[in-house]
């Protein structure tokens, strides 16, 4: 199936080459390039540019998505490492590119249709793999039981996601910490 | 002066055009159409597309700058005021463009040193802010005393950054309400 793995390439590229330079800072001969494909089979996969950058934003989002509440073991450590995992991988790129879905999300999401709409549906996703977390931990009795889960969840990932911003712009831990020490300190804990 | 007045034009137009098409989503020749100086000018001020990127976020940070706190009122409700007022702004705006702070952040902060350098000031400024609101809070007892103020005000704003992220993404406004619920509910809350 070769129309497939050209498809495949050029998205696999396009996460790494969105990821380092941009929305509108890389162009489709960029991505071409770096995929090792003919740039005009471009057009037989993907109407656009935007289509690409919301196939990328998809891709990257199922690439980074956690395992499920493992319920043999503490329910909060397991959310707080998942979110280290993360930190971990950004801290080791030296606190460059960030997450892609917020970065397409600040520079697409006003532009394009279908960006926005993947960016939506990837927090959203996001959003509920936290909520899922505190709810079980709600169950255990580790996290308040007043807090509405799936709002928190959402809040979370915010708070995370400019957290990101704030490490890529300090190219510091700092950012993490702070939101370690209140979502873990202070929002999700029992007082 | 004429060549200060041609300068503060670019740098006007350069905060429109920055945050209406983000920074690599328009060039030196739409900001000087837009200012209404000849092309040829900008280098008389500028050594580079950088710099004018980091003189825009300068200038929409002096923008929006806060009020300090008006000691006979009660400060959290203050506080909450000057969200609520960049929330009107942006909810006007119908959820696009967002910050230009975190727009420039995300999209410039790997890739240009000035921009990144801007960024960080900028971010670090506005924490600064918020932190005064709740050392201010806490004298009044409107807060709790053991909260981090400094630490607290970057968590805020990295939060708020979010879920400004998150309304571009959803054109609504409910990553607002739940940056509202969780830090005038929770975080800043007495217990």
Redesign the interface.
């Given at each position: 199936m070769p129309r497939v793995s050209v498809r495949e390439k050029i998205v696999d590229a396009a996460v790494v080459e969105f990821h380092?330079?941009?929305?509108?800072?890389c162009s489709v001969e960029t991505i071409t390039k770096a995929a090792g494909v003919p740039k005009g089979s471009f057009y037989n996969h993907f109407r656009s540019k935007e289509d690409l950058g919301a196939a990328a934003v998809a891709r990257y989002t199922e690439q980074s998505q956690w395992e499920g509440v493992d319920p043999g073991l503490p329910v909060l450590d397991q959310l707080r490492d998942r979110f280290t995992a993360q930190r971990e991988l950004i801290e080791a790129n030296g606190f460059?590119?960030?997450c892609l879905i917020?970065?397409m999300?600040?520079?697409?999401?006003?532009?394009s249709l279908p960006i926005?709409a993947q960016?939506?549906a990837s927090?959203a996703g996001w959003a509920a793999e936290i909520a899922v977390f505190i709810r079980a931990a709600q169950e255990t009795g580790e996290v308040p039981a007043g807090?509405?889960a799936e709002?928190?969840g959402?809040?979370i990932?915010?708070?995370?996601?400019?957290?990101i911003?704030?490490v890529?712009?300090?190219?510091s831990a700092?950012?993490f910490d702070?939101?370690f020490?209140?979502v873990f300190g202070?929002?999700l804990a029992l007082?």
């Amino acid at each position: 199936m070769p129309r497939v793995s050209v498809r495949e390439k050029i998205v696999d590229a396009a996460v790494v080459e969105f990821h380092r330079g941009g929305y509108n800072g890389c162009s489709v001969e960029t991505i071409t390039k770096a995929a090792g494909v003919p740039k005009g089979s471009f057009y037989n996969h993907f109407r656009s540019k935007e289509d690409l950058g919301a196939a990328a934003v998809a891709r990257y989002t199922e690439q980074s998505q956690w395992e499920g509440v493992d319920p043999g073991l503490p329910v909060l450590d397991q959310l707080r490492d998942r979110f280290t995992a993360q930190r971990e991988l950004i801290e080791a790129n030296g606190f460059t590119r960030g997450c892609l879905i917020g970065n397409m999300g600040e520079e697409a999401a006003d532009h394009s249709l279908p960006i926005r709409a993947q960016v939506q549906a990837s927090l959203a996703g996001w959003a509920a793999e936290i909520a899922v977390f505190i709810r079980a931990a709600q169950e255990t009795g580790e996290v308040p039981a007043g807090l509405d889960a799936e709002q928190a969840g959402r809040f979370i990932l915010d708070a995370w996601e400019g957290s990101i911003l704030r490490v890529k712009a300090e190219k510091s831990a700092a950012g993490f910490d702070s939101f370690f020490a209140h979502v873990f300190g202070i929002l999700l804990a029992l007082s």
